[in-house]
T-cell receptor
Framework: KAGVTQTPRYLIKTRGQQVTLSCSPI?????VSWYQQTPGQGLQFLFE???????NKGNFPGRFSGRQFSNSRSEMNVSTLELGDSALYLC?????????????FGSGTRLTVV | KQEVTQIPAALSVPEGENLVLNCSFT??????LQWFRQDPGKGLTSLLL?????REQTSGRLNASLDKSSGRSTLYIAASQPGDSATYLC?????????????????FGQGTILTVHP
């Protein structure tokens, strides 16, 4: 059974640019969550999608956005990149928001903003 | 606001030792608690999931306990091996609100960096 797939694995972008990250959840999972991991702040919740609807959002500026498609695949977008956006971005997949079986994480996308 | 604390921040032990990692949370209204392992530069690997109604879960050399009323969980690792070296993270999922809408957000601790030396 395939796991959670995140693409690309690594990205280098210039300050001011925008970036789109992709996450394909485990087949049959309808919930996708996104997290940002930095050495200083640890793992912080960005947002959660279930059946194409954003159900929960963390405390991040509006430059961070996401969406989920009908096949449950999700993308997150960061516009006007800042140096502080450099982080490991992790996607988590679950059947229904972590109910019952918890979350499965992908390997992450390492974003470096220069 | 839920806060999760993990103690110790780092732990170095010789191979073969049994060890305990601690996790505490401030809001006992959780749905479940999940322990993860993270190797450097990698994603998270789920180790154990404990539902709020459960007291413990076991998988191989790992045993996790949950005391929801006191806001504590422990991860016990038996007969540690160098391959256990990693960062261990605990995360709590908030329980449903009165209206029945479930909140899927995980709140993580800062992690315990474990080093097991031969």
């Amino acid at each position: 059974k395939a796991g959670v797939t995140q693409t690309p694995r690594y990205l280098i972008k210039t300050r001011g640019q925008q970036v789109t990250l992709s996450c394909s959840p485990i087949s049959g999972h309808r919930s996708v969550s996104w997290y940002q991991q930095t050495p200083g702040q640890g793992l912080q919740f960005l947002f959660e999608y279930f059946s194409e609807t954003q159900r929960n959002k963390g405390n991040f500026p509006g430059r961070f956005s996401g969406r989920q498609f009908s096949n449950s695949r999700s993308e997150m977008n960061v516009s006007t990149l800042e140096l502080g956006d450099s982080a490991l971005y992790l996607c988590a997949s679950s059947l229904a928001g972590g109910v019952g079986y918890g979350y499965t994480f992908g390997s992450g996308t390492r974003l470096t903003v220069v | 606001k839920q806060e999760v604390t993990q103690i110790p921040a780092a732990l170095s032990v010789p191979e073969g030792e049994n060890l305990v990692l601690n996790c505490s949370f401030t809001d006992s209204a959780i749905y479940n608690l999940q322990w993860f392992r993270q190797d450097p530069g990698k994603g998270l690997t789920s180790l154990l999931l404990i539902q709020s109604s459960q007291r413990e879960q076991t998988s191989g050399r790992l045993n996790a306990s949950l005391d929801k009323s006191s806001g504590r969980s422990t991860l016990y690792i038996a007969a540690s091996q160098p391959g256990d070296s990693a960062t261990y993270l605990c995360a709590v999922r908030r329980g449903s609100n009165a209206g029945g809408t479930s909140y899927g957000k995980l709140t993580f601790g800062q992690g315990t960096i474990l080093t097991v030396h031969p």
